[in-house]
Nanobody, 117 residues
Framework: QVQLVESGGGLVQAGGSLRLSCAAS????????MGWYRQAPGKAREWVAS????????DYADSVKGRFSISRDNAKNTVYLQMNSLKPEDTAVYYC??????????WGQGTQVTVSS
């Protein structure tokens, strides 16, 4: 089991920045990827970014590429999502995800990000 706790959401004006954090605990050794997803009202949850636990390789959705950056601090078992040049369409609940080597996903409780125009 992996437990995830997100923090760092809030209200920001368009063009601003926020940094989300996701603190992981439990069976950290079993995690293959960690990532961020988001869900806007009335829309399906969509993948935003991910980082490999072993290589540190990162990947991004086209909609956030060049604006968002995912990183990790292994000593703190924490993954971050730095969000710059935010747009109103980035407004959503952001969820942290940990996927283990067996393909099981663990989710955080979500944190609200609201970007005003």
């Amino acid at each position: 089991q992996v437990q995830l706790v997100e923090s760092g959401g809030g209200l920001v004006q368009a063009g601003g920045s926020l940094r989300l954090s996701c603190a992981a605990s439990g069976s950290i050794f079993s995690v293959k990827f960690m990532g961020w997803y988001r869900q806007a009202p009335g829309k399906a949850r969509e993948w935003v970014a991910s980082i490999s636990s072993s290589s540190g390789n990162t990947d991004y959705a086209d909609s956030v590429k060049g604006r968002f950056s995912i990183s990790r601090d292994n000593a703190k078992n924490t993954v971050y999502l730095q969000m710059n040049s935010l747009k109103p369409e980035d407004t959503a609940v952001y969820y942290c995800d940990a996927r283990d080597w067996g393909g099981t996903d663990y989710w955080g409780q979500g944190t609200q990000v609201t970007v005003s125009s």
